[in-house]
């Protein structure tokens, strides 16, 4: 399923988690910690690794560096009780050396694509709400919450930070004000 797409210098492959070679697996990582060092909502740990694997990554490549990564992975999101075919967005990420240059925009260009073609709805969570609103990605108004072992927990502080994109196959019906809900899972839930 690798795919590449070149914009500039930069180009962007796309490959699964198991198309991964062991340098690239280790070069991401570096990207990943370093992307996130010094971030206000804390650094990159390994369960957000944990959670950007098992789908489709997004690698951008300049030159002989991998300088950037994003990746989807398909998560079971309830919209109002009602799960919908939801491609996640995990580990956004361009290495600190290389940034503003377009390289995020340009990825996320590519997840977006892959997500329209993949998923019901696009969704991720961040702090970083202005860059991906100028992407065409709103934010969750609805109440969000944790299914879990002993019923579904509340996530309020979780409220704000969750973004979706519509995809061609998103039913008409969906309402981003009404309550959402996700897995559990180790670390961060959304």
Known sequence: MSASLGYGRAVIRQVRTDELTEEEIARIRELLWAAFAEDEHGGFEEDDWDHALGGTHFIVDDGDQIVGHASVVKRDIQVNGRPVRTGYV?????????????????????????????????????????????????????????????????????????????????????????????????????
């Open 90 to 190: 995990e580990a956004v990420a361009t290495d600190p050396a290389h940034q503003r240059r377009g390289h995020g925009s340009a990825v996320m260009r590519q997840v977006d694509g892959h997500i329209a073609a993949e998923f019901e709805l696009g969704m991720l969570g961040t702090g970083s709400q202005p860059f991906y609103e100028r992407l065409g990605w709103r934010i969750w108004r609805g109440p969000s919450s944790v299914r879990a072992v002993d019923g579904e927990q509340p996530t309020p502080d979780e409220d704000g930070y969750i973004m979706y994109m519509r995809t061609p196959t998103t039913p008409a019906e969906l309402d981003e004000t009404a309550p959402i809900s996700c897995e559990w899972r180790a670390g961060d839930v959304w």
